[in-house]
């Protein structure tokens, strides 16, 4: 088997595998895809595995921007990955995703991400659960009441509100930019400019611009769903919720992506039980350096904690490390570098660190050990109690638990499905 960039001959075999995977795209579909996937082939972010000339499995990496407290870092998130029904357990997947994490180094991608629809594939690829996507279900008529009496921008003050089409992709993704950074988010992504414009060509889709928030809805089966919410005030909060609820006249129920920490969900005049439901996404770290110091930390934070990664697939990760964390910055530096600050145990040979646990109640004195998977949810801020009980993480002692989770501790989430 031969793992290869695609090239735009290949596409009919790739939509013919595609639909073999996930079942037909309807006509419309079929050309937005064409449309998605095109710019990625020159640029190598399509890879097909091939026995002799059949295509028998792909996968995509697209170029995706995420936050982590609010800093953007580079993300390849991974998907598309499909294997041909006849070729399915002999391995293809799993040799696809090893080629993907090796293309999204490549690509100077920091971390990746995608949505499994399988654990183990990627599981023994060294990503881990990480967050989720959350869909929440309310009534319509709650969200029109939101912006009080006059409507969107009513009582909300005067937030202008505008539709918006793919000329305003810059502007959306600045938008999104700014309002992550505010919040500190973790999780979310961004899709690249030329993705917001196709995105923003639909014709069913109704997209509504303010100066610090937009909205994209669309109707689906008499209901309304809201693919993206952001907002960065309350006012434009409250604007952009009634504009949306203002079809409760039609619409009994809207259905929307968010954070499951949105503002709207402290806004609603009632809230006992949370209609929600959630998809979960895996999260790996491709070049641990540049994702610590290209990761947001909390400014409170100041921590020096020696910790030790395993990474079979890619040896820059592995090694001791020794991680600070100061001024909402952080970094890792070699503690097993020749002239590093040596401060653990030898972990240069990169499987001393392994399936050790010996450790693992010890106070004090060793380093935090992890599996690249462990320290891929940690970065996502999968807390340490969880991580110590599930085999992930061993060695190092309850202070430096509470140290890495004052760190890294977050719930991530995203709020675009790919
Ligand atoms: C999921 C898929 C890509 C796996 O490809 P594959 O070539 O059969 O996988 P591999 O033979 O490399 O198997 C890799 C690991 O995944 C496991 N695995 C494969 N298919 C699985 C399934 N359907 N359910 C659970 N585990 C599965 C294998 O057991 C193996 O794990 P192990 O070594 O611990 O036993 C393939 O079944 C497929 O195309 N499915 C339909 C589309 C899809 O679900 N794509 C994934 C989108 S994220």
């Known amino acids: 088997m031969d793992i290869r960039h695609l090239t735009s001959d290949d596409l009919d075999a790739v939509l013919d595998n595609r639909r073999r995977a996930f079942g037909p795209l309807s006509g419309g579909g079929a050309e937005t895809w064409r449309k998605l996937v095109s710019p990625m082939l020159p640029e190598g972010r399509y890879l097909g595995a091939f026995d002799g000339p059949r295509l028998v499995g792909t996968a995509r990496i697209n170029p995706y921007v995420q936050w982590w407290h609010g800093r953007p870092l580079s993300m390849g998130g991974v998907a598309g990955v499909t294997v041909a029904p006849e070729d399915r357990g002999r391995g293809v997947g799993r040799a696809l995703a090893h080629a993907a994490i090796e293309r999204c180094a490549e690509l100077g991608h ?22 989720v996507l959350q869909r929440i279900t309310v009534p319509a008529e709650a969200l029109r009441t939101l912006g009080g009496p006059g409507g969107p921008g009513g009582a909300a003050g005067a937030v202008k509100l505008r539709r918006m089409g793919p000329a305003d992709a810059a502007e959306v993704v600045a938008l999104i930019g700014r309002v992550h950074a505010a919040a500190r988010a973790s999780g979310p992504l961004c899709f690249d400019e030329r ?6 060509e639909d014709d069913d889709d109704f997209c509504y611009l303010a100066e610090d928030g937009f909205v994209v809805y ?12 952001l907002a960065g005030s309350e006012a ?6 009634s504009l949306v609820g203002s079809s409760s006249t039609v619409a009994k129920s809207v259905k929307a992506f968010v954070d499951p920490a949105d503002p709207v969900l402290w806004m609603l005049r009632e809230r006992s039980k949370d209609e929600a439901s959630q998809t979960r996404w895996m999260f790996r770290l491709i070049d641990l350096p540049a994702a610590v ?3 947001g930390f909390p400014a409170g934070v100041r921590a020096e904690i020696p910790v030790e990664v395993t990474d079979p697939l890619r040896p820059g990760n592995t090694g001791a490390w020794l991680l600070r964390v100061d001024g909402g910055a952080g970094s890792v530096t070699r503690r097993d570098a020749p002239g590093g600050d040596r401060a653990g145990g030898d972990s240069s040979g990169g499987d001393s660190s392994g399936g ?15 599996t690249i998977g462990g320290m891929s949810a940690l970065f996502a801020g999968v807390p340490t109690a969880t991580l110590r009980r599930a085999g ?20 991530a989430y995203m709020i675009d499905y790919f």
Do not use: Q
Request: some cysteine.
């Open 110 to 131: 920091a971390v990746s991400a995608l949505y499994p629809a399988t654990t183990p594939v990627y599981r023994s690829a060294g990503y881990e659960h990480a967050g």
């Open 195 to 200: 993705t917001w414009r196709l995105w923003l």
């Open 218 to 229: 669309r109707w689906s089966d008499g209901d309304i769903e809201v693919d993206n919410l």
């Open 236 to 241: 434009t909060a409250r604007a952009l919720w």
């Open 293 to 295: 110091e290209g990761r």
């Open 356 to 370: 050790d646990s010996s450790g693992g109640d010890r106070a004090g004195g060793d380093a935090t050990r992890l």
């Open 392 to 411: 992930l993480l061993n060695g190092g002692s309850p202070d430096t638990d509470d140290a890495l989770d004052a760190a890294f501790g977050c719930t």
